[in-house]
């Protein structure tokens, strides 16, 4: 039972037009949801964050929407650039677990960007 | 400062034998974490420290699965008598948080992957 699903593998976008990475999850208790990047052979490194009490977070090229309704959440990355070339998780944790956050993490999404 | 590590960054095991699997968190992360990441998947919570206390080990797989971390610092993820579908990237992330303050962030480990012949 996949919560969290990210249902594109992979993604190719042109240097400085807009990536869009999507993420859907089941479960109505995730009240938290980040965006991770990696890289070959490195951990996740933590990329943008969202609370279920907003519905946009921005940080510098990065954004991330919410829609709480639709259970969907997209990251924008505006304008791409070469580095930004690796996979991207979708995590997701839940006011049940407080103390525990743990995450749960859709399969990811390749973007390459095209110089 | 220095990240979350973890070693062996590569390990190779044949089937049957232990391994023991080390992670060194930020300094002064209370949380650990530990999760098992499979080919062309996303990361599977395995287990939770806050500071020794193993709160959580939901997510470990079998029996064969131990996390310890006697003193709240360095934990290490034992596995006895690997099987071929233990092979996978072992990451450990760890945060800040404590009781009564929640912080989401988790700071990952390189992993250590993990080859069962």
């Known amino acids: 039972d996949q919560q969290v699903k990210q249902n594109s593998p992979s993604l190719s976008v042109q240097e400085g037009r807009i990536s869009i990475l999507n993420c859907d999850y089941t479960n109505s208790m995730f009240d938290y949801f980040l965006w991770y990047k990696k890289y070959p052979a490195e951990g996740p490194t933590f990329l943008i964050s969202?609370?279920?009490?907003?519905d946009k977070n921005e940080d510098g090229r990065f954004t991330v929407f919410l829609n709480k309704s639709a259970k969907h959440l997209s990251l924008h990355i505006v304008p791409s650039q070469p580095g930004d070339s690796a996979v991207y998780f979708c995590a997701a944790s839940g006011a049940s677990n407080f103390g525990n956050e743990k995450l749960t993490f859709g399969t990811g999404t390749r973007l390459t960007i095209i110089p | 400062g220095a990240g979350v590590s973890q070693s062996p960054r590569y390990k190779v095991a044949k089937r049957g034998q232990d391994v023991a699997l080390r992670c060194d968190p930020i300094s002064g992360h209370v949380s650990l974490f530990w999760y098992q990441q499979a080919l062309g998947q996303g990361p599977e919570f395995l287990t939770y420290f806050q500071n020794e206390a193993q709160l959580d080990k939901s997510g470990l797989p079998s029996d064969r699965f131990f996390a310890e971390r006697p003193e709240g610092s360095v934990s290490t993820l034992k596995i006895q008598r690997t099987q071929q579908e233990d092979s996978a990237v072992y990451l450990c992330?760890?945060?800040?948080?404590?009781?009564?303050?929640?912080?989401?962030?988790?700071?990952f480990g390189p992993g250590t992957r993990l080859t069962v012949t």
């Open positions: 969202i609370s279920s009490i907003k």
């Open positions: 992330a760890s945060t800040i948080s404590s009781t009564g303050l929640s912080s989401y962030e988790q700071y």
